[in-house]
Nanobody, 116 residues
Framework: QVQLVESGGGLVQPGGSLRLSCAAS??????????MGWYRQAPGRQRELVAT???????NYADSVKGRFTISRDNAKNTVYLQLNSLKPEDTAVYYC????????WGQGTQVTVSS
């Protein structure tokens, strides 16, 4: 059983920034061999994958966040990060991390609200 704990969300004005963290623990020794991803779910919408990072550090982004979000990882801490810059109201959602394609149980997520 793997536990995922997301943190770092909050209320931010349009154009602002946040840094999200996701710590993995439980029945894994390390995430260093695993691809990881950040997902988000806005009210009334399906959960979507917004960023991925391979075990080798290659990254990929949804078109809607490309150039604004940056995914990174610290394998020693079993932690994945998502830097959110130039935030827009449409980025408002609960953000989750997981091992694509959502292999593990979901954590509680962290709420990001972009509003003036």
């Amino acid at each position: 059983q793997v536990q995922l704990v997301e943190s770092g969300g909050g209320l931010v004005q349009p154009g602002g920034s946040l840094r999200l963290s996701c710590a993995a623990s439980g029945s894994i020794f390390s995430i260093y061999t695993m691809n990881m991803g950040w997902y988000r779910q806005a009210p009334g919408r399906q959960r979507e994958l917004v960023a991925t990072i391979t075990s080798g550090g290659s990254t990929n982004y949804a078109d809607s966040v490309k150039g604004r979000f940056t995914i990174s990882r610290d394998n020693a801490k079993n932690t994945v990060y998502l830097q959110l810059n130039s935030l827009k109201p449409e980025d408002t959602a609960v953000y989750y991390c997981n091992r694509p394609p959502a292999i593990w149980s979901w954590g509680q997520g962290t709420q990001v609200t972009v509003s003036s």
